[in-house]
């Protein structure tokens, strides 16, 4: 296995595992709208964010040797926004 497919693999597990903490985020927001609450922003700039960082991890796997520096470099900046977005919520019981 290349760098670039053991990067892109563990890329894709680590989708797997956000996407399981923004589906907590919509249990709380069902929950929240439930109670009369607005925790719909929340889970929605995650989604956005989560979205953004798909769209690059797309780029990421489609670009050429000689663009994938680049493209790894953009899919880590909206990664780390992501992960920050959720950091918050993975302390939450």
């Given at each position: 296995m290349t760098i670039r497919e053991f990067y892109e693999t563990k890329a894709a597990e680590r989708f797997v595992a956000?996407?399981?903490q923004i589906l907590a985020m919509a249990?709380?927001?069902?929950?929240?709208v439930e109670a009369g609450e607005a925790a719909d922003q929340e889970f929605v700039a995650a989604q956005s964010l989560h979205d953004e960082a798909r769209r690059e991890f797309e780029l990421l796997k489609s670009a050429h040797e000689?663009?994938?520096?680049?493209?790894?470099t953009s899919f880590?900046?909206?990664?780390e926004k992501l992960d920050r977005a959720l950091a918050p919520v993975s302390s939450r019981p």
């Amino acid at each position: 296995m290349t760098i670039r497919e053991f990067y892109e693999t563990k890329a894709a597990e680590r989708f797997v595992a956000v996407q399981s903490q923004i589906l907590a985020m919509a249990t709380r927001m069902q929950a929240a709208v439930e109670a009369g609450e607005a925790a719909d922003q929340e889970f929605v700039a995650a989604q956005s964010l989560h979205d953004e960082a798909r769209r690059e991890f797309e780029l990421l796997k489609s670009a050429h040797e000689d663009q994938w520096g680049a493209a790894k470099t953009s899919f880590e900046t909206a990664w780390e926004k992501l992960d920050r977005a959720l950091a918050p919520v993975s302390s939450r019981p």
